[in-house]
């Protein structure tokens, strides 16, 4: 068993590995200039008032400051306002109003994944820079679009890529630049959400095809643009299967939601939304403003998502990916392999028989959006295991970091907002390329599943996979 310090480990990656590096980060937005940055947020709901709202306030304040809070829905504006602390900002329900009041520095979007490409294209044929939360957008002719517009444009699109900075996340990257494996050959990837975190997203706008583009473009466009960061390549062509074969119509009882629900006491999924303080405020309270239900049924009719998904992709560079989502497994977490040719490099997170300890599944999800709590039974260490061809394996023992996204939500906020590289020559910072590439992933993998063939990336957009995707 090996316990490297984390000291120890750069100090050794980079001397292998220091030639294969790659300088600088594509954001540099904060870089220069004394004044305060002024943002503005479009779409104030949790992760904009958590994330991008409060977050930023209570740790940026030194140099940014919020000029202008956008929502459709204005009992979640007011509740912004004084959630996020910032009670004499000026609210909008009008996007285009508030760019043409405000004058912002940088636009940051946080709203429901159909519409992010409206504020990303605005935004960029204005100059100004803007930073969206993944997935970058949900079809191909929006991806298109945002592509035409972030090339014409003086202003930067920035993708919020946060679990790129995750510790394990970057852990491994360093390691396969370090060349620990050898040249990575192929990839196996497993997520599996459990039955409180998968389900949520049945209960929500996500459950519906059209606005969260299914779950291979709201939840995994944040594998895909891992496996493309950790291959450094692009994608070529992408063989999915995918069902709907447990929630929705899948069950004998339903209802609206969860709230009065007659089939409570049955329902193994019933959730009480009025135990949240949060949700009760920013959802239950302003329902009758656009009708918007935060505890809808899971098994809705109009679900319309996939809830198990298989995806094979094929890389510029040969490499080859098995990637899965599950979304009600009894336990959440992830297997994660690649395979080199000198050697296979493991890690996993999450699996109770593995762990020797049952954890309470219901709080999981929950304590991965805070950015202030650890989780999985206060582990110590995650594990990954390298072995070499015809070698003995070594355990080596990564610090545990699993709060706010792996510990990569304040680091990359740090480069947005600070102009702070963390780790020169990994990458991290994303763009509408990168952005563009995991989605490409999803819409190709679900054009894939409804045509029964493979899909090439190339038939989606004009972009051209790239064998080094940094060339
Ligand atoms: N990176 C991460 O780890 C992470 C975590 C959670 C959510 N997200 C992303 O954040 C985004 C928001 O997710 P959420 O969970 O906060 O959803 P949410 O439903 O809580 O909030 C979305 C908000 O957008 C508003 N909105 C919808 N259409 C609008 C429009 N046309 N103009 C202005 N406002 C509009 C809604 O009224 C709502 O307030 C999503 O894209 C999601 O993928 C990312």
Request: aromatic letters at 10%; hydrophobic letters at 35%.
């Amino acid at each position: 068993m090996t316990n490297m310090t984390r000291r120890d480990f750069i100090n050794a990656g980079s001397a292998l590995g220091a030639g294969a590096l790659l300088a600088g980060s594509p954001l540099g937005f904060a870089i220069g200039g004394k004044r305060k940055k002024r943002l503005v947020l479009v779409g104030t709901g949790v992760r904009g008032t958590s994330f991008w709202g409060q977050f930023i306030r209570e740790n940026y304040s030194d140099v940014a400051e919020f000029v202008g809070l956008c929502d459709i829905n204005p009992g979640r504006l007011e509740f912004a306002k004084s959630y996020i602390g910032v009670p004499d900002c000026p609210v909008f329900e009008n996007f285009d109003e508030m760019i043409a009041t405000v004058n912002p520095d940088l636009v940051m979007v946080t709203t429901v994944d159909n519409t992010h490409d409206e504020f990303i294209v605005k935004s960029l044929n204005a100059g100004i820079n803007v930073v969206t939360e993944k997935p970058m957008t949900t079809t191909a002719g929006k991806c298109q679009a945002i592509v035409g517009a972030a090339r014409k444009s003086s202003a930067k699109l920035i993708m919020g890529f946060n679990y790129r900075y995750g510790d394990l996340f970057t852990r491994l990257k360093e390691m396969l630049i370090a060349g620990d494996i050898g040249e990575v050959t192929s990839v196996d990837f497993n997520w599996y959400l459990n039955n409180y975190h998968g389900a949520s997203y049945f209960r929500r706008w996500h459950g519906i095809r059209e606005k969260g583009g299914t779950l291979l473009l709201h939840k995994s466009a944040h594998h895909f643009d891992l496996l493309n960061w950790w291959i450094g390549s692009d994608p070529v062509e992408v063989h999915a299967y995918g069902g709907l074969e447990h929630y929705g119509q899948n069950n004998q009882f339903r209802s609206k939601r969860c709230t009065g629900c007659p089939h409570a006491d049955n329902c193994e999924y019933y959730w009480d939304i009025s135990k949240d303080e949060k949700m009760m405020k920013l959802y239950v309270a302003n329902e009758h403003f656009d009708g918007y239900i935060r505890d809808g049924c899971i098994w809705r009719n109009e679900i319309d998502i996939f809830d198990k998904m298989a995806v094979q992709i094929k890389y510029a560079n040969d490499v080859q990916v098995a990637y899965s989502l599950t979304t009600y497994s009894p336990y959440e977490g992830f297997r994660l392999a690649f395979n080199g040719r000198k050697g296979r490099l493991e890690t996993w997170e999450g699996v109770p028989s593995l762990m020797e300890v049952q954890e309470d599944q219901s709080k999981l999800h929950e304590k991965e959006m805070d950015q202030s709590a650890h989780t999985k039974a206060e582990l110590q260490y995650h594990e990954i295991i390298r072995q070499s061809n015809f070698g003995k394996f070594e355990r080596i023992m990564n610090p545990f970091v699993r709060k706010a996204h792996w510990g990569g939500d304040p680091i990359m906020m740090d480069e947005i907002l600070r102009g702070q590289v963390a780790n020169p020559g990994l990458n991290q910072g994303s763009d509408y390329r990168d952005g563009a590439m995991a989605v490409l992933i999803g819409i190709a993998a679900r054009q894939s599943i409804d045509k029964g063939r493979a899909v090439k990336i190339e038939e989606l957009t004009d972009l051209k996979p790239r064998e080094n995707k940094w060339a």
